[in-house]
């Protein structure tokens, strides 16, 4: 698994949380477990982990910080429940967090590369690849093939390689990714399939908005960070 290599600290705790994710299982809820294996979802398939592991991964993080506070307060003889609840409380919360922010930085990395991604897909297209071939295009070309945009097309071309439609494997893309930018790419290669358009002139123009888009967002964020930065002054 790529998780395990590039993260030596889960390799060591992921036998124990496999372990545990199997005896909490049956406290897990149906509403609690749907909940968390959309997180998990819109993380990518974080780690490869199931609803229950995810939460046994929290269990062990309040204990581990709980026991890290525990004997820096007998340590340093201050309020060792004050310390230990904190610390518990932020232990548990930590994995969450963390996913939420793998989450954040994964839609913004796809959206980020999606204009580029379209132009390559318009050209291979005008070249007289079909869709399939475009996408494998994309990534014979990347030179990242463990980017998250490049992931999702490989999904779409395993989905379009068992025998669902290329309607039926784009539509999965704004579940897995929600995003206007991605939203609208969708929709106009639908479209464009549904009414004849050229597919190639439709994406070009895709792209162009997609990349006006991108700016619009940077524009934002600059003018909020402009104003968060204005009150510490």
Known sequence: MPSLRQTPLWARLEPAVRWLGERLRPLVGARARALLDRQIQLAGDFWGLLPEELVALSVLSLVGAS?????????????????????????????????????????????H???????????????????????????????NPGDALM?????????????????????????????????????AVVQAEERGNPLAEVLTIQAVASRQRRSVRAEETASRAGVKMFGPI
Request: neutral net charge; glycine residues 8%; hydrophobic residues 50%.
């Open 113 to 143: 590369g999606l204009p580029a991604m379209i132009d390559l897909v318009s050209l291979a297209l005008s070249a007289g690849l079909d869709f399939p071939g475009a996408l494998r295009q994309v990534l014979d070309k990347t030179s």
């Open 67 to 111: 026991s890290a506070a525990l004997v820096y307060g007998v340590l340093a003889a201050k309020s060792v429940m004050l310390y230990v609840t904190l610390a518990a409380v932020l232990g548990a919360m930590l994995p969450y967090l963390y996913l939420s922010g793998v989450e954040q930085e994964r839609k913004k990395r796809i959206q």
């Open 151 to 187: 992931e999702e097309v490989q999904i779409m071309l395993h989905e379009l390689s068992v025998g669902k439609t290329r309607k039926e494997a784009l539509l999965q893309l704004p579940e897995r990714v929600p995003g206007e930018s991605v939203t609208e790419f969708v929709s």
